[in-house]
């Protein structure tokens, strides 16, 4: 069993930043994809950006440019960089990890993007 927990969520003006973290309780180094999901208010939980292991990152169109996901295996930690945030990016950011068949979700961590 792996536990995800997510912090560095908040409340920031349109054009600012926010770095996500998602600690993991054991080695990343086994995951073959770390992922961020994120759902807004009555709508579907969408990915944001994945990573696989020693491979390489893929983002949603709405986040191109603007998120990097990356992660540090020495802290088991994954991260996402959000630059240049919008009202649009406003929803629950969930942490997602698949191992083998197994796959776990952290409990979410909010972000509001407004003025």
């Known amino acids: 069993q792996v536990q995800l927990v997510e912090s560095g969520g908040g409340l920031v003006q349109p054009g600012g930043s926010l770095r996500l973290s998602c600690a993991a309780s054991?080695?990343?180094?086994?995951?073959?994809?770390m992922d961020w999901y994120r759902q807004a208010p009555g709508n579907h939980r969408e990915l944001v950006a994945s990573?696989?292991?020693?491979?390489?990152?893929n983002y949603a169109d709405a986040v191109k440019g603007r998120f990097i996901i990356s992660t540090d295996p020495a802290k088991n930690t994954l991260y996402l960089q959000m630059d240049n945030l919008k009202p649009t990016d406003t929803a629950v950011y969930y942490c997602?990890?698949?191992?083998?068949?197994?796959?776990?979700w952290g409990q979410g961590t909010q972000v509001t993007v407004s003025s």
């Open positions: 990573i696989r292991s020693r491979g390489p990152a």
């Open positions: 054991k080695t990343i180094d086994s995951m073959f994809f």
């Open positions: 997602h990890a698949t191992q083998g068949t197994n796959v776990y």
